[in-house]
C-alpha cells in the first residue's frame, strides 16, 4: 500500500488535503468519499518545484559576517586617550593600595594585640625612614 494526496473541497470551509494509504489511486478516491460524504473529491495539481537559489554578492550572512568582523575590528583598536589616562591612574592607585597592604602586614598592624591595629596612617612615613636609615 501506498500514499496518494488528494484535495477534499469541504463545504464552507474550502480545500483540504489529505494523504490516504491505498492500493492504487482510485481506491484513495473512493476512501476519501467515503469519509466525506458530500464533498467533491479530486486529485490535487502538482506542486510547484523549489525555484534555484540565487547568490547575491549582498546575502545576509555576508552582512552579518560583516557585521561581526567590523565590531571586532572597533573592540581591537586602541583605546581613547582620556580612557588611557584613567586606566593609568587606576593602575597606580592600585600599586599604592597593594603597597600599603604589604606594610600592613610587615608591621604586624593586623594583630587585635597590635597598638595601631586597623590603622593605616604612617606606615608609609614608616617605610622611608626605615630606608633612608638602611645603611647602602
Not at 473529491?41 to 506542486?47: H, N
Not at 554578492?57 to 555576508?62: Q, R, V
Not at 584613567?86 to 597593594?98: E, G, L
Not at 587585635?112 to 614608616?126: A, I, N, R, S, W
Request: charged share 25%; net charge positive.
Amino acid at each position: 500500500m501506498e500514499f496518494y494526496e488528494v484535495q477534499v473541497w469541504l463545504a464552507g470551509r474550502g480545500a483540504l488535503r489529505q494523504l490516504v494509504k491505498a492500493t492504487s489511486l482510485e481506491h484513495a478516491l473512493v476512501i476519501t468519499r467515503c469519509k466525506y460524504p458530500g464533498s467533491q473529491v479530486d486529485v490535487p495539481p502538482p506542486v510547484a518545484g523549489k525555484p534555484a537559489l540565487v547568490r547575491s554578492h549582498t546575502s545576509p550572512s555576508l552582512a552579518a559576517n560583516a557585521r561581526v568582523k567590523a565590531a571586532k575590528a572597533k573592540r581591537m583598536k586602541k583605546p581613547a586617550a582620556w580612557a588611557q589616562k584613567a586606566w593609568a591612574r587606576v593602575q597606580a592607585d592600585q600599586a599604592r593600595a597593594d603597597l600599603l597592604e604589604r606594610l600592613y602586614l610587615e608591621d604586624s598592624r593586623d594583630k587585635p594585640d597590635h597598638p595601631l591595629h586597623g590603622c593605616y596612617t604612617g606606615l608609609y612615613q614608616q617605610m622611608v625612614e626605615r630606608t633612608s636609615a638602611e645603611p647602602t
